[in-house]
């Protein structure tokens, strides 16, 4: 079992950045693929990028690519996604998820957090 809690969402201007977290409870955080989605006012949730357990291998998705990168700390149970260049049309309610394996399906994750709204204004 793995609990999900993001933070590190709010509003900011277009170009700016901000580093979402994702905090996971339980002693096996390290064995699962983590990944961050995001979905926007009116559209389907998306994926957005994931990392392996041992932060070695990564996948993105060709929106935020360049420009998001994910990475995660095994000691502390954390993940993390650090966003650059910010546009408005970033802005969504982004969510962090675990899995046995990497995959940009979201059925490919068990686990969820809550969510935490990003804001880009413009």
């Known amino acids: 079992q793995v609990q999900l809690v993001e933070s590190g969402g709010g509003l900011v201007q277009a170009g700016g950045s901000l580093r979402l977290s994702c905090a996971a409870s339980?002693?096996?955080?390290?064995?699962?693929?983590m990944g961050w989605f995001r979905q926007a006012p009116g559209k389907e949730r998306e994926f957005v990028t994931a990392?392996?357990?041992?932060?070695?291998?990564?996948s993105t998705a060709d929106p935020v690519k360049g420009r998001f990168t994910i990475s995660r700390d095994n000691a502390k149970n954390t993940v993390y996604l650090q966003m650059n260049s910010l546009k408005p049309e970033d802005t969504a309610v982004y969510y962090c998820?675990?899995?046995?394996?990497?995959?940009?399906?979201?059925?490919?994750?068990?686990?969820w957090g809550q969510g935490t709204q990003v804001t880009v204004s413009s």
């Open positions: 990392i392996s357990w041992s932060g070695g291998i990564t």
């Open positions: 998820a675990a899995g046995p394996r990497l995959t940009t399906s979201q059925g490919g994750y068990g686990y």
């Open positions: 339980g002693r096996t955080f390290s064995s699962y693929i």
